[in-house]
């Protein structure tokens, strides 16, 4: 029978080949905290926050409500991606379904809000409230220069997102600042003298559950808190047997006044919990392995499309709009 502890409910405890007190505890009369003690408790830290990388706390929420931003980042926030691809030219050695297909994964940094769905009737071309043009013509010749062409012996060999331009629509070149590629050096394809390509490219509004290339994000995903406690006291070999066992930055060897050095944890968050120590006889019952179960890591990687500062609010703002949906269905159906 699994082992269970009512100690500790608030943990995950991890043994050496299973994994205790996992079940939730979320019913009627079971927490002794009121509600408004139990919002207190509840918040969200930023931890890290870089151009295309956030890393933030979600503290004091249930497994569901984390699972619920996560996927909504991946699937249900919308951003603008090149839906459909007029060729007129391509005599590269690339087909033209694989250029449309690369053409369409390359993450542009319009802002979504500016856009309306598209409607079916508006054909590819679309209208300025609702799709972005853009142009690719480009052709591959010799380099005529003697001094560069040992070095450089092509001319636009290399096909970079730097070579698209944009085409604005109506009133959008004084509404929208550069929605080109979030990047310029995103290379498109490869060409040799003779090669040439000339397209038009159009970018609507979509969600990744319809395509991956309107998802948001690189990757996104949480884990729990770790939380560790050595209940003996290591000392020199087998303090630095017990650091091995964990990932670097979790377990620090610390000078006694005695000339030791002991084994002390100094930042559990680092842990990947691989359990490695419990291949080592000795060490395995002497420290305690746990998960935190209501505090959640999260790490967010945006493609470049939308700052991961805004895509966590924006991924809320959708959960609102499926609660409110959702409710005034049940409200019709009681009517």
């Known amino acids: ?120 009737e508006t054909g590819d071309e679309g209208t300025e409230d609702d799709t972005l043009e853009f142009s690719l013509h480009v052709k591959c010749k010799k380099n005529s220069q003697k001094n560069q062409s040992e070095s450089q012996p092509y001319i636009d060999s290399h096909i970079y997102t730097k070579h698209m331009t944009w085409v604005p629509k109506g009133k959008q070149a004084d509404l929208i600042i550069e929605p080109g590629p979030v990047e310029e050096d995103i290379l498109i394809n490869k060409m040799r003298p003779g090669h040439e390509m000339d397209i038009r490219m159009f970018a609507v509004k979509g969600i990744g559950r319809d395509h991956a290339k309107f998802s948001p994000v690189a990757t996104v995903y949480y884990r729990l808190l770790p939380d560790i406690k050595i209940n003996k006291d290591f000392y020199d070999q087998d303090a630095h047997r017990l650091q091995k066992c964990f990932s670097p930055g979790v377990v620090e060897l610390e000078p006694t006044d005695d000339g030791r050095k002991k084994a002390v944890i100094v930042d559990a968050r680092n842990d990947s919990c691989s359990r490695n120590v419990f291949r080592h006889e000795d060490l395995k019952d002497h420290v305690t392995l746990e998960k935190v179960k209501d505090h959640f890591i999260f790490n967010v990687e945006s493609t470049g499309a939308i700052k991961p500062t805004d895509l966590v609010p924006l991924s809320l703002d959708v959960l609102l709009e499926k ?12 009517k």
Request: aromatic share 10%; glycine share 4%; hydrophobic share 35%.
């Open 1 to 120: 029978m699994t082992e269970f502890s009512f100690s500790s409910k608030s943990r995950l405890t991890l043994k050496e080949f299973e994994i205790v007190n996992t079940s939730n505890y979320e019913f009627a009369g079971h927490f002794s905290k009121g509600e408004k003690e139990q919002d207190k408790e509840r918040k969200v830290k930023i931890v890290k926050n870089e151009d295309l990388l956030l890393e933030f706390d979600l503290i004091g929420y249930e497994p569901y409500m984390a699972n619920a931003v996560r996927r909504l980042m991946l699937s249900d926030v919308p951003t603008m991606a090149i839906e459909k691809v007029h060729i007129y030219q391509n005599t590269s050695i690339m087909q033209d379904e694989v250029l449309a297909h690369r053409l369409g994964l390359i993450p542009l940094k319009a802002d979504p809000r500016l856009f309306k769905w598209k409607e079916g």
């Open 323 to 334: 609660c409110d949906h959702f409710i005034n269905e049940i409200d019709c159906q009681n």
